[in-house]
Protein backbone atom coordinates (compact mmCIF):
# COMPACT_ATOMS: atom_id res chain seq x y z
CA UNK A 1 0.00 0.00 0.00
CA UNK A 2 2.70 2.28 0.87
CA UNK A 3 4.19 1.99 -2.86
CA UNK A 4 0.75 2.46 -4.22
CA UNK A 5 0.59 5.57 -2.51
CA UNK A 6 3.78 6.85 -3.64
CA UNK A 7 3.15 5.79 -6.88
CA UNK A 8 -0.20 7.96 -6.27
CA UNK A 9 1.04 11.16 -4.43
CA UNK A 10 4.46 11.46 -6.49
CA UNK A 11 2.64 13.31 -10.28
CA UNK A 12 0.13 15.36 -7.55
CA UNK A 13 3.77 16.64 -6.34
CA UNK A 14 5.22 16.94 -9.68
CA UNK A 15 2.33 18.89 -10.99
CA UNK A 16 2.20 21.21 -8.26
CA UNK A 17 5.65 22.41 -8.74
CA UNK A 18 6.02 21.96 -12.56
CA UNK A 19 2.52 24.62 -12.44
CA UNK A 20 4.36 26.84 -10.43
CA UNK A 21 7.11 27.11 -12.77
CA UNK A 22 4.97 27.54 -15.32
CA UNK A 23 3.11 30.24 -13.64
CA UNK A 24 6.26 31.77 -13.26
CA UNK A 25 7.17 31.56 -16.82
CA UNK A 26 3.88 32.57 -17.82
CA UNK A 27 4.19 36.04 -15.99
CA UNK A 28 7.73 36.48 -17.98
CA UNK A 29 6.46 36.01 -20.92
CA UNK A 30 3.11 37.95 -20.70
CA UNK A 31 5.85 40.85 -19.60
CA UNK A 32 7.99 40.35 -22.56
CA UNK A 33 4.87 40.42 -24.72
CA UNK A 34 4.03 43.72 -23.11
CA UNK A 35 7.34 45.16 -23.13
CA UNK A 36 7.68 43.99 -27.05
CA UNK A 37 4.34 45.91 -27.73
CA UNK A 38 5.34 49.32 -25.91
CA UNK A 39 8.60 49.11 -27.91
CA UNK A 40 6.90 49.03 -30.88
CA UNK A 41 4.56 52.00 -30.02
CA UNK A 42 8.05 53.96 -29.04
CA UNK A 43 9.40 52.44 -32.55
CA UNK A 44 6.39 54.14 -34.65
CA UNK A 45 6.11 57.77 -32.35
CA UNK A 46 8.73 59.21 -34.03
CA UNK A 47 7.17 58.06 -37.79
CA UNK A 48 3.51 58.97 -37.25
CA UNK A 49 4.65 62.45 -35.48
CA UNK A 50 6.48 63.22 -38.84
CA UNK A 51 3.70 61.62 -41.03
CA UNK A 52 2.22 63.97 -43.65
CA UNK A 53 -1.08 64.27 -43.86
CA UNK A 54 -2.53 62.23 -46.77
CA UNK A 55 1.07 59.45 -46.46
CA UNK A 56 -0.94 56.95 -44.12
CA UNK A 57 -0.60 54.29 -47.07
CA UNK A 58 2.84 53.98 -45.55
CA UNK A 59 2.09 52.84 -42.29
CA UNK A 60 0.85 49.37 -43.17
CA UNK A 61 4.52 48.90 -44.49
CA UNK A 62 5.52 50.41 -41.39
CA UNK A 63 3.82 48.11 -39.63
CA UNK A 64 4.73 44.85 -41.32
CA UNK A 65 8.01 45.33 -39.94
CA UNK A 66 7.27 44.95 -36.68
CA UNK A 67 4.40 41.75 -37.16
CA UNK A 68 5.61 38.21 -36.52
CA UNK A 69 4.92 35.53 -34.76
CA UNK A 70 1.36 35.67 -35.22
CA UNK A 71 1.21 39.02 -34.12
CA UNK A 72 -1.45 40.97 -35.16
CA UNK A 73 -0.88 45.16 -35.24
CA UNK A 74 -3.56 47.42 -35.70
CA UNK A 75 -3.28 51.39 -35.26
CA UNK A 76 -6.01 53.59 -35.05
CA UNK A 77 -6.46 57.55 -34.42
CA UNK A 78 -8.71 59.98 -32.66
CA UNK A 79 -8.20 63.23 -34.20
CA UNK A 80 -7.82 66.30 -32.91
CA UNK A 81 -10.11 69.64 -33.02
CA UNK A 82 -8.47 72.68 -34.99
CA UNK A 83 -7.53 74.16 -31.48
CA UNK A 84 -5.92 71.19 -31.00
CA UNK A 85 -7.93 69.44 -28.01
CA UNK A 86 -8.62 66.19 -28.39
CA UNK A 87 -12.62 65.05 -28.84
CA UNK A 88 -13.40 62.19 -26.97
CA UNK A 89 -16.61 61.64 -28.36
CA UNK A 90 -14.90 61.88 -32.49
CA UNK A 91 -14.40 58.04 -32.17
CA UNK A 92 -11.05 56.44 -33.78
CA UNK A 93 -10.31 56.07 -37.41
CA UNK A 94 -9.01 52.65 -38.18
CA UNK A 95 -5.54 53.41 -40.20
CA UNK A 96 -3.04 50.67 -40.81
CA UNK A 97 -2.95 46.95 -39.70
CA UNK A 98 -0.63 44.28 -40.17
CA UNK A 99 -1.31 41.85 -41.25
CA UNK A 100 -2.95 44.17 -43.99
CA UNK A 101 -6.90 43.19 -44.13
CA UNK A 102 -9.34 44.29 -46.96
CA UNK A 103 -11.28 47.90 -46.66
CA UNK A 104 -14.52 45.72 -46.83
CA UNK A 105 -13.11 44.34 -43.53
CA UNK A 106 -12.56 47.25 -41.25
CA UNK A 107 -15.94 47.79 -40.52
CA UNK A 108 -16.31 44.16 -39.29
CA UNK A 109 -13.25 44.74 -37.54
CA UNK A 110 -14.58 47.72 -35.53
CA UNK A 111 -17.80 46.52 -34.36
CA UNK A 112 -15.64 43.43 -33.36
CA UNK A 113 -13.31 45.76 -31.07
CA UNK A 114 -16.28 47.27 -30.07
CA UNK A 115 -18.29 44.40 -29.21
CA UNK A 116 -15.08 43.64 -27.17
CA UNK A 117 -15.25 46.52 -24.79
CA UNK A 118 -11.75 47.26 -26.88
CA UNK A 119 -12.99 50.74 -28.31
CA UNK A 120 -13.68 52.01 -25.14
CA UNK A 121 -10.10 50.76 -23.99
CA UNK A 122 -9.17 53.33 -26.77
CA UNK A 123 -10.48 56.38 -25.24
CA UNK A 124 -9.41 55.60 -21.49
CA UNK A 125 -6.06 54.95 -23.05
CA UNK A 126 -5.50 58.28 -24.52
CA UNK A 127 -7.26 60.04 -21.50
CA UNK A 128 -4.46 58.61 -19.26
CA UNK A 129 -2.04 58.25 -21.61
CA UNK A 130 -0.61 54.88 -20.03
CA UNK A 131 -1.10 51.48 -21.88
CA UNK A 132 -3.07 48.87 -20.92
CA UNK A 133 -3.24 44.99 -21.53
CA UNK A 134 -6.93 43.18 -21.47
CA UNK A 135 -8.07 39.34 -22.48
CA UNK A 136 -10.40 38.14 -24.71
CA UNK A 137 -11.65 34.82 -26.95
CA UNK A 138 -12.13 34.43 -29.84
CA UNK A 139 -15.64 33.55 -30.87
CA UNK A 140 -15.17 29.68 -30.99
CA UNK A 141 -14.25 29.79 -27.12
CA UNK A 142 -10.85 28.39 -27.88
CA UNK A 143 -8.03 30.42 -27.75
CA UNK A 144 -7.13 33.39 -25.86
CA UNK A 145 -5.84 36.76 -27.28
CA UNK A 146 -3.58 38.92 -25.51
CA UNK A 147 -4.10 42.29 -26.16
CA UNK A 148 -2.00 45.13 -25.40
CA UNK A 149 -3.15 48.93 -25.80
CA UNK A 150 -0.33 51.39 -26.26
CA UNK A 151 -1.30 55.09 -26.92
CA UNK A 152 0.80 57.61 -28.98
CA UNK A 153 0.21 61.53 -29.01
CA UNK A 154 0.92 63.41 -31.79
CA UNK A 155 0.39 66.67 -33.21
CA UNK A 156 -3.01 64.82 -35.44
CA UNK A 157 -4.30 63.36 -32.15
CA UNK A 158 -3.96 60.57 -30.03
CA UNK A 159 -2.78 57.07 -32.57
CA UNK A 160 -3.17 53.75 -30.72
CA UNK A 161 -1.75 50.82 -31.61
CA UNK A 162 -3.06 47.56 -30.43
CA UNK A 163 -0.88 44.51 -30.44
CA UNK A 164 -2.84 41.08 -30.21
CA UNK A 165 -1.27 38.16 -29.72
CA UNK A 166 -2.19 34.22 -29.32
CA UNK A 167 -1.27 33.71 -25.88
CA UNK A 168 -0.56 29.63 -26.84
CA UNK A 169 2.06 30.31 -28.93
CA UNK A 170 4.40 31.69 -26.97
CA UNK A 171 6.97 28.91 -25.62
CA UNK A 172 4.78 26.65 -25.28
CA UNK A 173 3.23 27.83 -21.54
CA UNK A 174 -0.38 27.34 -20.69
CA UNK A 175 -1.04 31.07 -21.05
CA UNK A 176 -4.61 31.42 -21.47
CA UNK A 177 -5.88 27.50 -20.55
CA UNK A 178 -5.30 25.54 -17.96
CA UNK A 179 -1.64 24.22 -16.92
CA UNK A 180 -2.92 20.28 -17.60
CA UNK A 181 -3.97 21.12 -21.33
CA UNK A 182 -0.60 21.83 -22.07
CA UNK A 183 1.25 19.49 -24.61
CA UNK A 184 3.80 18.67 -22.02
CA UNK A 185 1.75 18.00 -19.15
CA UNK A 186 -0.90 15.59 -21.62
CA UNK A 187 2.18 13.69 -23.05
CA UNK A 188 3.73 13.28 -19.93
CA UNK A 189 -0.01 11.98 -18.13
CA UNK A 190 -0.17 9.25 -21.02
CA UNK A 191 3.70 8.13 -20.71
CA UNK A 192 2.89 8.07 -16.72
CA UNK A 193 -0.44 6.67 -17.71
CA UNK A 194 1.26 3.86 -20.02
CA UNK A 195 3.98 2.95 -16.89
CA UNK A 196 0.86 2.66 -14.62
CA UNK A 197 -1.09 0.08 -17.17
CA UNK A 198 2.62 -1.66 -17.13
CA UNK A 199 3.38 -1.61 -13.09
CA UNK A 200 -0.25 -2.76 -12.83
CA UNK A 201 0.29 -5.85 -15.19
CA UNK A 202 3.46 -6.48 -13.53
CA UNK A 203 1.92 -6.46 -10.48
CA UNK A 204 -0.82 -8.54 -11.59
CA UNK A 205 1.62 -11.23 -12.75
CA UNK A 206 3.85 -11.26 -9.59
CA UNK A 207 0.49 -11.91 -7.50
CA UNK A 208 -1.00 -14.56 -9.75
CA UNK A 209 2.82 -15.82 -9.58
CA UNK A 210 2.95 -15.59 -6.14
CA UNK A 211 -0.61 -16.78 -5.39
CA UNK A 212 0.22 -20.29 -7.45
CA UNK A 213 3.07 -20.63 -5.53
CA UNK A 214 1.13 -20.48 -2.47
CA UNK A 215 -1.23 -23.15 -4.04
CA UNK A 216 1.26 -25.50 -4.64
CA UNK A 217 3.43 -25.10 -1.24
CA UNK A 218 -0.35 -25.40 0.25
CA UNK A 219 -1.09 -29.10 -1.63
CA UNK A 220 2.75 -30.02 -0.92
CA UNK A 221 1.93 -29.48 2.85
CA UNK A 222 -0.90 -32.00 2.22
CA UNK A 223 1.21 -34.47 0.30
CA UNK A 224 -0.89 -34.38 -2.76
CA UNK A 225 1.57 -33.39 -5.32
CA UNK A 226 5.53 -34.55 -5.77
CA UNK A 227 8.85 -33.53 -6.26
CA UNK A 228 9.34 -30.08 -9.02
CA UNK A 229 5.89 -29.08 -8.24
CA UNK A 230 7.29 -25.55 -8.57
CA UNK A 231 8.51 -25.67 -12.15
CA UNK A 232 6.17 -27.86 -13.27
CA UNK A 233 3.17 -25.04 -12.23
CA UNK A 234 5.40 -22.05 -12.91
CA UNK A 235 4.09 -20.37 -16.26
CA UNK A 236 6.46 -17.13 -16.11
CA UNK A 237 9.80 -17.65 -17.32
CA UNK A 238 11.47 -14.59 -15.05
CA UNK A 239 10.55 -16.80 -11.91
CA UNK A 240 12.21 -20.36 -13.48
CA UNK A 241 15.31 -19.57 -11.30
CA UNK A 242 13.09 -18.72 -7.94
CA UNK A 243 10.85 -22.05 -8.92
CA UNK A 244 13.84 -23.94 -9.35
CA UNK A 245 15.53 -22.73 -5.45
CA UNK A 246 11.80 -23.56 -3.91
CA UNK A 247 11.81 -27.43 -5.79
CA UNK A 248 15.29 -27.68 -4.26
CA UNK A 249 14.88 -26.35 -0.54
CA UNK A 250 11.66 -28.71 -0.65
CA UNK A 251 14.01 -31.76 -1.29
CA UNK A 252 16.52 -30.63 0.51
CA UNK A 253 13.49 -30.45 3.68
CA UNK A 254 12.75 -33.92 3.06
CA UNK A 255 16.07 -35.07 3.03
CA UNK A 256 16.72 -33.88 6.22
CA UNK A 257 13.38 -35.14 7.45
CA UNK A 258 14.62 -38.56 6.53
CA UNK A 259 18.12 -37.65 8.28
CA UNK A 260 16.48 -36.42 11.40
CA UNK A 261 14.35 -39.55 11.65
CA UNK A 262 16.91 -42.02 10.80
CA UNK A 263 19.13 -40.04 13.37
CA UNK A 264 16.43 -40.78 15.72
CA UNK A 265 16.32 -44.74 15.49
CA UNK A 266 20.34 -45.08 15.64
CA UNK A 267 20.63 -42.40 18.58
CA UNK A 268 17.74 -44.76 20.43
CA UNK A 269 18.90 -48.12 19.55
CA UNK A 270 23.10 -47.09 20.76
CA UNK A 271 21.83 -45.81 24.31
CA UNK A 272 18.84 -48.47 25.33
CA UNK A 273 21.58 -51.49 24.18
CA UNK A 274 24.00 -50.44 27.32
CA UNK A 275 21.34 -49.79 29.05
CA UNK A 276 19.55 -52.99 29.27
CA UNK A 277 23.08 -54.69 29.38
CA UNK A 278 23.40 -52.67 32.37
CA UNK A 279 20.16 -53.59 34.18
CA UNK A 280 20.61 -57.28 33.01
CA UNK A 281 23.86 -57.31 34.55
CA UNK A 282 22.39 -55.87 37.76
CA UNK A 283 20.06 -58.85 37.94
CA UNK A 284 22.92 -61.06 39.91
CA UNK A 285 23.84 -58.34 41.86
CA UNK A 286 20.78 -57.67 43.15
CA UNK A 287 20.53 -61.14 44.30
CA UNK A 288 24.02 -61.36 45.82
CA UNK A 289 23.59 -58.34 48.04
CA UNK A 290 22.20 -59.38 51.53
CA UNK A 291 19.12 -57.68 52.39
CA UNK A 292 20.99 -56.54 55.73
CA UNK A 293 22.85 -54.67 53.72
CA UNK A 294 21.13 -51.35 53.29
CA UNK A 295 24.06 -49.30 52.12
CA UNK A 296 24.34 -51.57 48.74
CA UNK A 297 20.64 -52.13 48.37
CA UNK A 298 20.40 -47.99 48.43
CA UNK A 299 23.20 -48.12 45.68
CA UNK A 300 21.27 -50.27 43.48
CA UNK A 301 18.08 -48.38 43.78
CA UNK A 302 19.74 -45.25 42.83
CA UNK A 303 21.26 -46.95 39.83
CA UNK A 304 17.88 -48.28 39.29
CA UNK A 305 16.25 -44.99 38.87
CA UNK A 306 19.46 -43.39 37.05
CA UNK A 307 19.11 -46.16 34.55
CA UNK A 308 14.95 -45.25 34.49
CA UNK A 309 15.58 -41.62 33.98
CA UNK A 310 17.97 -42.12 31.09
CA UNK A 311 15.53 -44.07 29.77
CA UNK A 312 12.90 -41.46 29.72
CA UNK A 313 15.40 -39.03 27.99
CA UNK A 314 15.94 -41.86 25.63
CA UNK A 315 12.56 -42.08 24.86
CA UNK A 316 11.56 -37.95 25.30
CA UNK A 317 14.19 -37.63 23.03
CA UNK A 318 13.55 -40.11 19.90
CA UNK A 319 9.91 -38.97 20.14
CA UNK A 320 10.91 -35.12 19.80
CA UNK A 321 13.21 -35.75 17.14
CA UNK A 322 10.20 -38.20 15.33
CA UNK A 323 8.54 -34.91 15.95
CA UNK A 324 10.53 -32.85 14.34
CA UNK A 325 10.98 -34.64 11.40
CA UNK A 326 7.10 -34.86 10.91
CA UNK A 327 6.67 -31.14 11.84
CA UNK A 328 9.42 -31.04 8.43
CA UNK A 329 7.93 -33.51 5.78
CA UNK A 330 4.55 -34.96 7.35
CA UNK A 331 1.31 -33.18 5.27
CA UNK A 332 -1.13 -30.78 6.68
CA UNK A 333 -4.79 -32.31 6.28
CA UNK A 334 -7.96 -31.88 7.96
CA UNK A 335 -8.33 -33.39 11.13
CA UNK A 336 -11.22 -34.14 13.12
CA UNK A 337 -9.65 -33.14 16.50
CA UNK A 338 -13.56 -33.66 17.85
CA UNK A 339 -12.66 -37.74 17.41
CA UNK A 340 -8.29 -37.38 18.21
CA UNK A 341 -10.05 -36.36 21.66
CA UNK A 342 -12.02 -38.74 21.90
CA UNK A 343 -9.65 -42.28 21.19
CA UNK A 344 -7.06 -39.64 23.59
CA UNK A 345 -9.62 -39.76 26.96
CA UNK A 346 -10.31 -43.48 25.86
CA UNK A 347 -6.26 -44.41 26.12
CA UNK A 348 -5.76 -42.75 29.43
CA UNK A 349 -9.47 -44.28 31.32
CA UNK A 350 -7.28 -47.71 32.71
CA UNK A 351 -5.00 -44.81 34.54
CA UNK A 352 -7.30 -42.23 35.49
CA UNK A 353 -9.92 -45.33 36.66
CA UNK A 354 -6.77 -46.86 39.20
CA UNK A 355 -6.52 -43.31 40.34
CA UNK A 356 -10.35 -42.49 40.68
CA UNK A 357 -10.06 -39.37 38.34
CA UNK A 358 -12.99 -38.59 36.54
CA UNK A 359 -13.09 -37.39 32.48
CA UNK A 360 -15.65 -35.18 31.77
CA UNK A 361 -15.71 -34.62 27.80
CA UNK A 362 -17.36 -31.17 26.89
CA UNK A 363 -16.79 -31.39 22.87
CA UNK A 364 -18.45 -29.86 19.85
CA UNK A 365 -19.34 -32.49 17.43
CA UNK A 366 -17.24 -32.21 14.34
CA UNK A 367 -14.51 -30.07 15.12
CA UNK A 368 -11.89 -29.94 11.96
CA UNK A 369 -8.33 -28.50 11.98
CA UNK A 370 -5.54 -29.02 9.65
CA UNK A 371 -2.47 -30.88 11.09
CA UNK A 372 0.11 -33.35 10.19
CA UNK A 373 -0.22 -36.78 11.32
CA UNK A 374 0.91 -37.36 14.76
CA UNK A 375 1.21 -34.18 15.94
CA UNK A 376 -2.48 -33.12 17.53
CA UNK A 377 -1.91 -37.15 19.38
CA UNK A 378 1.44 -36.21 20.60
CA UNK A 379 0.21 -32.62 22.02
CA UNK A 380 -3.55 -34.13 23.63
CA UNK A 381 -1.18 -37.06 24.93
CA UNK A 382 1.15 -34.81 26.41
CA UNK A 383 -1.41 -32.52 28.22
CA UNK A 384 -3.58 -35.32 29.65
CA UNK A 385 -0.34 -36.85 30.98
CA UNK A 386 0.29 -33.54 32.59
CA UNK A 387 -2.80 -33.32 34.29
CA UNK A 388 -3.23 -36.78 35.51
CA UNK A 389 -0.15 -37.00 37.12
CA UNK A 390 -1.17 -34.00 39.25
CA UNK A 391 -4.60 -34.51 39.54
CA UNK A 392 -5.18 -35.92 43.31
CA UNK A 393 -7.18 -39.21 43.69
CA UNK A 394 -11.04 -38.48 43.51
CA UNK A 395 -10.27 -35.78 41.38
CA UNK A 396 -11.64 -34.55 37.98
CA UNK A 397 -10.19 -33.45 34.61
CA UNK A 398 -12.76 -31.89 32.65
CA UNK A 399 -11.99 -31.31 28.95
CA UNK A 400 -13.96 -28.63 26.78
CA UNK A 401 -13.26 -28.27 23.13
CA UNK A 402 -14.98 -25.48 21.52
CA UNK A 403 -15.14 -24.09 17.89
CA UNK A 404 -16.07 -20.49 16.71
CA UNK A 405 -16.01 -18.74 13.19
CA UNK A 406 -12.38 -19.31 12.55
CA UNK A 407 -10.72 -20.54 15.64
CA UNK A 408 -11.08 -23.94 17.68
CA UNK A 409 -10.53 -23.79 21.49
CA UNK A 410 -9.24 -26.80 23.88
CA UNK A 411 -9.11 -26.44 27.61
CA UNK A 412 -7.92 -28.95 29.29
CA UNK A 413 -8.30 -28.46 33.08
CA UNK A 414 -7.47 -30.44 36.65
CA UNK A 415 -8.19 -30.10 40.20
CA UNK A 416 -4.02 -30.45 41.11
CA UNK A 417 -2.04 -28.33 43.01
CA UNK A 418 -1.03 -25.71 39.69
CA UNK A 419 1.86 -24.13 38.81
CA UNK A 420 3.75 -21.46 41.81
CA UNK A 421 3.02 -17.76 40.28
CA UNK A 422 6.51 -17.00 40.15
CA UNK A 423 7.10 -20.25 37.77
CA UNK A 424 3.95 -19.88 35.51
CA UNK A 425 5.71 -18.08 32.87
CA UNK A 426 8.12 -20.83 32.43
CA UNK A 427 5.33 -23.34 32.39
CA UNK A 428 6.32 -24.55 28.28
CA UNK A 429 9.70 -24.18 28.46
CA UNK A 430 12.37 -27.26 27.63
CA UNK A 431 13.63 -28.93 30.47
CA UNK A 432 11.28 -27.29 33.02
CA UNK A 433 9.47 -29.58 35.16
CA UNK A 434 7.83 -29.14 39.17
CA UNK A 435 7.64 -32.79 39.59
CA UNK A 436 9.90 -34.63 41.70
CA UNK A 437 13.20 -36.54 40.51
CA UNK A 438 12.06 -40.26 41.18
CA UNK A 439 9.71 -42.52 39.76
CA UNK A 440 6.12 -41.82 40.93
CA UNK A 441 3.95 -44.30 43.08
CA UNK A 442 2.51 -46.46 39.78
CA UNK A 443 5.99 -47.31 39.01
CA UNK A 444 6.23 -45.04 36.15
CA UNK A 445 9.53 -43.01 35.01
CA UNK A 446 10.32 -40.02 36.03
CA UNK A 447 9.65 -37.07 33.56
CA UNK A 448 12.09 -35.09 31.09
CA UNK A 449 10.50 -31.93 31.29
CA UNK A 450 9.88 -31.85 27.92
CA UNK A 451 6.04 -32.61 27.33
CA UNK A 452 4.45 -29.13 27.30
CA UNK A 453 7.57 -27.69 25.46
CA UNK A 454 6.72 -30.10 22.78
CA UNK A 455 3.13 -29.30 23.15
CA UNK A 456 3.71 -25.69 22.42
CA UNK A 457 6.34 -25.96 19.32
CA UNK A 458 3.24 -28.55 17.71
CA UNK A 459 0.81 -26.37 18.39
CA UNK A 460 2.67 -23.07 16.99
CA UNK A 461 3.73 -24.97 14.16
CA UNK A 462 -0.05 -25.60 13.28
CA UNK A 463 -0.18 -21.65 13.40
CA UNK A 464 -1.69 -21.65 16.92
CA UNK A 465 -1.01 -20.73 20.24
CA UNK A 466 -0.77 -22.47 23.70
CA UNK A 467 -1.72 -20.97 27.72
CA UNK A 468 -1.55 -21.86 30.66
CA UNK A 469 -3.46 -20.35 34.13
CA UNK A 470 -3.84 -21.84 37.48
CA UNK A 471 -7.45 -22.16 38.16
CA UNK A 472 -9.14 -19.96 40.93
CA UNK A 473 -9.63 -22.58 43.91
CA UNK A 474 -6.61 -24.45 42.81
CA UNK A 475 -5.63 -26.65 39.80
CA UNK A 476 -3.86 -25.47 36.14
CA UNK A 477 -5.79 -24.98 32.89
CA UNK A 478 -4.14 -25.37 29.61
CA UNK A 479 -5.80 -23.80 26.45
CA UNK A 480 -4.77 -24.38 23.06
CA UNK A 481 -5.96 -22.46 20.37
CA UNK A 482 -6.07 -23.58 16.69
CA UNK A 483 -7.37 -21.92 13.19
CA UNK A 484 -9.96 -23.81 12.16
CA UNK A 485 -10.11 -25.73 8.88
CA UNK A 486 -12.50 -24.48 6.30
CA UNK A 487 -12.99 -25.66 2.74
Not at 111 to 137: F, N, P, T, V
Not at 285 to 300: C, M, S, Y
Request: with cysteine; proline share 5%; glycine share 6%.
Amino acid sequence: MGLVGIFIALPIVLYSQFESADRQMRDLVTRAIQDRSKLIGHALAPVLRTLEPGADNVLNAELAKFASDGTVLRLMVQPVSPTGEAQPDSGFYFVASAPEIKAEEVAPELDELARRGILKKLSDACMGDASEELRYRQPNGKVELLTSIIPIKTARGCWVLTSTHTTSEFLNTSIGRPYWETRAVRVAAGIYLVLAILAMLAAVSIFLSLRRFREVADEIGQGRIGDYAFSQRNIVPELSSVARDFDKLVLDLKHLSQQIRQSAEDNAHSFKTPLAAIQSSLSPVRKAVPLEDQRARRALEIIDSAIARLLALVNAAQRFDTGTADLIEAPRVPTNLTQLVGEATLNFREITASRDIRLIRRLDDSVVVRSAKGMLETVLQNILENATSFSPRGGSIIITLTQSHDTVELQVDDEGPGIPADKIDRVFERYFSSRPNQPSETGRPPHSGLGLWIVRRNVQALGGEVRATNRVGGGLSVAVSLPRYSD
